[in-house]
T-cell receptor, first 109, second 113 residues
Framework: AQRVTQPEKLLSVFKGAPVELKCNYSYSGSPELFWYVQYSRQRLQLLLRHISRESIKGFTADLNKGETSFHLKKPFAQEEDSAMYYCALRATGGFKTIFGAGTRLFVKA | NAGVTQTPKFQVLKTGQSMTLQCAQDMNHEYMSWYRQDPGMGLRLIHYSVGAGITDQGEVPNGYNVSRSTTEDFPLRLLSAAPSQTSVYFC????????????FGPGTRLTVL
């Protein structure tokens, strides 16, 4: 069965501090992993996906198949990063996407 | 393109009432899905569709029905509303290719009294 675990419901950091949002997954096949973000009063939107190996708004995430993790990292948090972050998993070539419970990031001035 | 649209934005129902949440997309996406968002539980998949005429259950399908008669529309029906269905409902669509993101609607906030 597919499962996505985000152990932290709330993460609070100071502006300029590094931030890491944890995501662990359970899936027996080959997964596609995504991070979605929901800013206040905005729609849920894609932040990044593992197959692109990209950096978006300073965020990066590396798929670690050995540890079944896809943690989201940013070296210097900004106040505008405050939002709800969701990790999501989909089977490669599949359609059904499962989300984690989400982590609310609060960046303090 | 309007993207993914949902109506209504807000709805209050009494226990036992039925209603349909509307979802439409104009991007010709094959894949559409419905999620509910609850505090501490994230987004949970209710039903999804991989194309017109094809639907399947997600994680929490009980109490909900869907149909997909056209590529554009994917309505979600609550047959007999219960307070446990109080939630924010999101519709999403995606092209049918690996690695493609889902595009989300603005959500419908439903309260069942």
């Amino acid at each position: 069965a597919q499962r996505v675990t985000q152990p932290e419901k709330l993460l609070s950091v100071f502006k300029g501090a590094p931030v890491e949002l944890k995501c662990n997954y359970s899936y027996s096949g080959s997964p596609e992993l995504f991070w979605y973000v929901q800013y206040s009063r905005q729609r849920l939107q894609l932040l990044l996906r593992h197959i692109s190996r990209e950096s978006i708004k300073g965020f990066t995430a590396d798929l670690n198949k050995g540890e079944t993790s896809f943690h989201l990292k940013k070296p210097f948090a900004q106040e505008e990063d405050s939002a709800m972050y969701y990790c999501a998993l989909r089977a490669t070539g599949g359609f059904k996407t499962i989300f984690g419970a989400g982590t609310r990031l609060f960046v303090k001035a | 393109n309007a993207g993914v649209t949902q109506t209504p934005k807000f709805q209050v129902l009494k226990t036992g009432q039925s209603m349909t949440l509307q979802c439409a997309q104009d991007m010709n996406h094959e894949y559409m899905s419905w999620y509910r968002q609850d505090p501490g539980m994230g987004l949970r998949l209710i039903h999804y569709s991989v194309g017109a005429g094809i639907t399947d259950q997600g994680e929490v399908p009980n109490g909900y029905n869907v149909s997909r008669s056209t590529t554009e529309d994917f309505p979600l029906r609550l047959l007999s509303a219960a307070p446990s269905q109080t939630s924010v409902y999101f519709c999403a669509s995606s092209p049918g290719h690996s690695g493609n993101e889902q595009f989300f609607g603005p959500g419908t906030r439903l309260t069942v009294l």
